[in-house]
T-cell receptor
Framework: EAGVAQSPRYKIIEKRQSVAFWCNPI?????LYWYQQILGQGPKLLIQ????????DSQLPKDRFSAERLKGVDSTLKIQPAKLEDSAVYLC?????????????FGPGTRLTVT | KNEVEQSPQNLTAQEGEFITINCSYS?????LHWLQQHPGGGIVSLFM???GKKKHGRLIATINIQEKHSSLHITASHPRDSAVYIC????????????FGKGTLLTVNP
């Protein structure tokens, strides 16, 4: 079974530029998560999708971050414009269900450096 | 105060030693996850548990719901066990989000 795929793996941009990350979850997984992990901290949930609907985006900085999952499969996370404090690893995860406890499968992450 | 507290933050051990990493949480939960993260790598789920004890190879996870505490044990530690171990709890009821601890950096020296 293929795992969660993410691209790119690394990205370096200057502040005020825009960037987009892509995630392809495990086939058949209805729930997709985007996390931000700042160095030395645990991941923080940015947004959770159930199929193509948003379940939780309460911690997404909506003035600069946006995410979509148009067909209920792949997802993109965009930052526009980027700030220095956005430097982090962006993790995508997927699971089979949103309301019942289930294991989350994580992708390798995208390491973003904003200079 | 973080809802999920892990201890220790850093742990250095010699190969073969028995390792214990602790996790305490302050909210009601429906499940607790132990995750492993290697440097520069993604996160791998080790255990998901809501009661009792689970074992997988040299890894053992226990949880005490009444005391809101969980432990991850590694027997006969090996340098390849070196990684960050993260505890995450899933809320109860309609609060399904995972809340993560900051992680414990384990270094096992040969």
């Amino acid at each position: 079974e293929a795992g969660v795929a993410q691209s790119p793996r690394y990205k370096i941009i200057e502040k005020r530029q825009s960037v987009a990350f892509w995630c392809n979850p495990i086939s058949g997984h209805a729930t997709l998560y985007w996390y931000q992990q700042i160095l030395g901290q645990g991941p923080k949930l940015l947004i959770q999708f159930q199929n193509n609907g948003v379940v939780d985006d309460s911690q997404l900085p909506k003035d600069r971050f946006s995410a979509e999952r148009l067909k209920g499969v792949d997802s993109t996370l965009k930052i526009q414009p980027a700030k220095l404090e956005d430097s982090a690893v962006y993790l995508c995860a997927s699971s089979t269900a949103g309301l019942a406890p289930s294991e989350q499968y994580f992708g390798p992450g995208t390491r973003l450096t904003v200079t | 105060k973080n809802e999920v507290e892990q201890s220790p933050q850093n742990l250095t051990a010699q190969e073969g030693e028995f390792i214990t990493i602790n996790c305490s949480y302050s909210v009601g939960i429906s499940a607790l996850h132990w995750l492993q993260q290697h440097p520069g790598g993604g996160i791998v789920s080790l255990f998901m548990l809501s009661s009792g004890k689970k074992k997988h190879g040299r890894l053992i996870a226990t949880i005490n719901i009444q005391e809101k505490h969980s432990s991850l044990h590694i027997t006969a530690s090996h340098p390849r066990d070196s990684a960050v171990y993260i505890c995450a709890v899933r809320g109860g009821g309609s609060n399904y989000k995972l809340t993560f601890g900051k992680g414990t950096l384990l270094t096992v020296n040969p």
